[in-house]
């Protein structure tokens, strides 16, 4: 959850917290890793699926 609430308090982008929050936050992880090459930028395709955000609005 703490990638979804990132990313919509940062950027104003909504993830849902099943699949693209879970992919970001890997994604974030791994940029924290230094799992990456600086060599340019990444691509993060949403795929969608906001609509399940809110089945976890208590919770967001």
Known sequence: MAAVKLLA????????????????AG?????????FKDEGPILFVHTGGAPALFAYHPHI
């Open 27 to 35: 994604l974030i992880d791994g940029i924290s890793q230094k799992r």
């Open 9 to 24: 308090q940062l950027e104003g982008i909504l993830l849902d917290p099943v699949y693209t929050g879970k992919a970001m």
